[in-house]
């Protein structure tokens, strides 16, 4: 899809909003992780820099994607980061992570409460599913559409999927100040966002949503974390 891989290049430099969310779950993001979607990579400087991972294994099923990501990331700390070319579905082993991400990927898979389901079987238990997402179904636009998005998420789409052998450690959304450049576009420019608008999204707006969002205590922004921790019911 044209269109997403060209959006993975212009998100790739989001300095400040990477380091925003993945800074927020540093203590949650440990032990053994899976990097499910990983794509050209553009999250996993960010993963290596805390010191609370041991093992990343980062799935990429489409092949330009894997091949891109691989040549860039495969010399770096080869005892510590592994590659492969599978969806979670294909994964066979039976090493059981302590932690998996979906950032940006599950608004991409179809069936979401199986791959939901699927990802907590590859948890050990006390293990934690963190899932980062588009915020808000009213919010949908023909940008959602392109890069293949089937559906945004709000807090009672995450509360009513009832996922076995879990609980809902933390739900909350990030990004107050984006979710207004969001209302911008679905209601006055009804289009993709522009290179120079993603950057001027991650270099003004997103410190500044840093500072609502604690204002706002969480209560809305441009996008949802949902985490699930697995439990021995």
């Known amino acids: 899809m044209k269109s997403l891989h060209d959006h993975m290049e212009y998100f790739y430099n989001t300095k400040n909003w ?5 800074n927020s779950l540093k203590k949650l993001i440990n032990g ?29 099923p489409d092949i330009k994607l894997y091949n891109k990501v691989k040549k860039k990331f495969n ?16 994964l066979r082993s039976k090493e059981k992570f302590d932690t998996i991400i979906y950032a940006d990927v599950l608004e991409h898979i179809k069936n979401d409460f199986k791959e939901i389901k699927l990802a907590i079987n590859h948890l050990k238990i006390g293990g934690r599913l ?29 509360t009513r999927l009832k996922v076995p052998k879990t609980k809902i450690e933390k739900l909350y959304y990030l990004d ?8 911008l576009n679905k209601v006055i420019l ?21 500072v609502t969002d604690c204002l706002s205590l969480n209560l809305f922004g441009k996008s949802i974390i949902c985490i699930y921790k697995k439990i021995n019911n």
Do not use: Q
Not at 32 to 60: A, F, M, R, W
Not at 75 to 90: A, G, S
């Open 190 to 210: 009804k289009r993709d966002p522009k290179k120079e608008e993603i950057k001027f999204w991650d270099n003004l707006v997103v410190p500044i949503s840093k």
């Open 75 to 90: 010399r770096l700390k080869k005892n510590k980061i592994f590659f492969k070319k599978i969806y979670l579905l294909e």
């Open 18 to 22: 990477k380091n925003y969310w993945v």
């Open 32 to 60: 053994k992780v899976i990097d499910v979607g990983t794509g050209i990579g553009s999250n996993i400087p960010y993963y290596l820099n805390l010191k609370t991972i041991k093992k990343l294994v980062c799935l990429e």
């Open 176 to 183: 107050s100040l984006g979710f207004f450049l969001s209302l």
């Open 130 to 158: 963190i899932i980062l997402c588009p915020a808000h179904n009213y919010l949908f636009t023909i940008f959602d559409k392109n890069v293949g998005h089937y559906r945004r998420y709000n807090k009672k789409m995450f």
